[in-house]
């Protein structure tokens, strides 16, 4: 197995601060730059595995980066370069505090809601007879309140939103529209892979001149589930499991071994055998998602090297 990078300390040229999210560390620089830097660090259930994983973060750096890339002419983003497999640069934006979740079809979580016998899920209503892993009639816009470091996400209605204050009206139609449209895109590049796009959020952001931008990462397997399309129908008509490309598999092999980030529950032990096995299922995600091989980058001394690209970069705008 590689290296892997669970903790940075960097201190970059003008940097003013730094925010260490569960995945994500985002290092602030002088003239509205930001550092984003993508550890192998897991969450599941909100909550960080103790070990990292070979090669995560390049593999989810370097998707989002290509998404980002793919959608621009759609929607505009935060992102003005990765000049390293595990970063990305961007312009600093003021984050909304909701995540735009868009569902194509009934799993996951939502699937979880339906088997407890709720029929709405963020005040948006779910029709009866649907069985796992079925397609909505049409795609449902299901918001998350973005959690503090350690705390759990939780559902929010449109309508709570707006009351709470926490987007205005004006945004919040602007972020529906931007996130049916990215939803649009990436199932029509998940298509052309071979795959279903099943559900997935979008986080926006505001830079300082105002503008609505997209932000963090999109169309990872960290922030979406994949099904492979060929064989999906014959699953589902034979009420098969669909083989699908996400982290679900990391949270299904929690749930059986008892965790599901609830209080008093113990996080089970992953062996460095199990590591291994999500960083093959983590690469054999990046192969399908952009259908190209995954070159490992030297993970020898990953700190140094992040940290020589990124002055590089600094250095050369």
């Given amino acids: 197995m590689g290296g892997t990078l669970v903790d940075t300390a960097f ?6 601060g730094v ?12 003239n509205d730059l930001l550092v984003m830097i993508a550890t192998d660090r897991l969450s599941a259930f ?4 103790p070990k990292g994983i070979p090669y995560k973060g390049q593999i989810l750096n370097q998707i989002a980066t290509r998404m980002m890339r793919d959608t621009q002419d759609l929607v ?22 909701v995540e735009m979740v868009i569902r194509g079809y009934l799993a996951g979580h939502a699937a979880r809601e339906y088997k407890a016998g709720r029929r709405q ?10 069985r796992e892993n079925d397609a909505f009639e049409a795609p449902i816009i299901t918001p998350a309140t973005k959690a503090e470091k350690g705390d759990h996400d939780e559902d929010i209605s449109r309508e709570e939103i707006l009351r709470r204050g926490l987007v205005s009206e004006a945004d919040y139609v602007v972020l529906e529209g931007y996130t049916r449209a990215l939803f649009q895109r990436g199932s029509e590049l998940a298509a052309a892979k071979g795959l279903i796009l099943v559900d997935t959020k979008y986080e926006f952001g505001k830079t300082p001149d105002g503008t609505i931008v997209l932000i963090d990462e999109i169309h990872t397997p960290d922030s979406s589930r994949y099904f492979y399309a060929e064989g999906y129908e014959e699953r589902q008509r034979k009420g098969e499991p669909q083989k699908q490309l996400s982290k679900e598999f990391v949270r299904q092999w929690l749930i059986a071994n008892g ?7 113990v996080l089970p032990e992953m062996s460095d055998a199990y590591i291994e096995t999500i960083s093959e299922r983590y690469i054999e995600l990046y192969e399908q998602i952009l259908g190209e091989p995954f070159r ?7 700190v140094s090297r992040i940290d020589s690209n990124v002055r590089a970069w600094l250095r050369a705008r």
């Fill in 11 to 16: 201190d970059f040229p003008g940097q003013l």
């Fill in 19 to 30: 925010y260490k999210g569960k995945v994500r560390e985002v290092y602030t620089l002088e």
């Fill in 46 to 49: 909100d909550v960080v595995m």
């Fill in 76 to 97: 505009p983003n935060w992102l003005l370069a990765a000049p390293d497999p595990n970063v990305a640069i961007g312009v600093r934006c003021e984050p909304f505090k």
């Fill in 121 to 130: 899920l963020c005040g948006v209503p779910m029709p009866e007879g649907l």
């Fill in 259 to 265: 965790f599901q980030g609830l209080e008093g529950q």
């Fill in 296 to 302: 490992k980058a030297d993970t020898s001394d990953m």
